[in-house]
């Protein structure tokens, strides 16, 4: 409980005696290409290899002739926006994204930087905490997107390539019993997982002391932290809006 009453204080610490717009602007659009742009090619990588493998598994999986071949891509598409794209892609948001923040600000904090901002009068949790969890929310739910439809997009290349099934069926299986309000579940997943992974990784590296050894543990502390709030998080989500 000391723990999280230390990280609500951190969390308010972001809001008071802020910089100017401008100022928030610039650091905003610089974390945005740290963030999303460089997160990308990993992004698609994952996605179509998840996507893939989920047709080939699901196939496998239905030996019967009874059911229609097109329930293969609903399947794909059911996992994909509910849980592969926003959770499965976030706890490599936070190996990532997470663990360069915390090392990030953990250097900042063993070499001084820190308190040296502080000496200048600047709020240095603001100034260098609230860009990278603003570009944070912006950017995963896009990148949450887009590795949704490389995976529904790996998965039609397989399916086929290998006659698992045809163009035609997975397109109907897409199109199928489709539920508007998973997209909207997602988004709300994405954006809650984004805040949780940039608050909890800044929050461990701004706080780190000792030396280098120390700034390693708090990486490793983040994402550890990090992926646990995100499967509780996904949890009571669930529970609650589906």
């Not at 948001?93 to 930087?113: D, H, N, P, V, Y």
Request: neutral net charge; contains cysteine.
């Amino acid at each position: 409980m000391k723990e999280f009453g230390r990280y609500m204080l951190f969390l308010e610490s972001l809001v008071v005696r802020r910089e100017t717009f401008i100022t928030y602007y610039r650091l905003v659009v610089d974390e945005c290409m740290q963030i999303g742009v460089k997160s990308i090619s990993l992004f698609v990588l994952v996605s179509t290899f998840i996507g893939a493998v989920t047709t080939v598994q699901t196939a496998y999986n239905l030996v019967t002739p009874l059911v229609p071949r097109y329930i293969i891509s609903q399947v794909v598409r059911e996992m994909t926006v509910l849980e592969l794209a926003p959770t499965i892609m976030a706890i490599i948001f936070a190996g990532k994204i997470g663990s360069s923040m915390a090392g990030g600000l953990g250097t900042m904090r063993i070499t001084e930087q820190i308190d040296a901002l502080e000496v200048m009068g600047i709020n240095s949790s603001s100034y260098l905490v609230l860009p990278k969890i603003i570009a944070c929310i912006l950017m995963y739910p896009g990148l949450v997107i887009f590795s949704g439809i490389c995976s529904i997009v790996g998965g039609f290349i397989v399916g086929t390539l290998t006659d698992i099934i045809t163009p035609t069926d997975y397109v109907l299986g897409l199109r199928s019993n489709f539920n508007d309000y998973s997209i909207t579940f997602a988004m709300i997943k994405s954006f809650v997982f984004a805040f949780l992974i940039a608050s909890i990784s800044c929050f461990k590296g701004y706080y780190t002391k000792g030396g280098a050894l120390e700034v390693g543990i708090a990486s490793t502390e983040a994402v550890t932290s990090s992926v646990i709030a995100v499967l509780l998080a996904d949890y009571f989500l669930a529970n609650l809006l589906l």
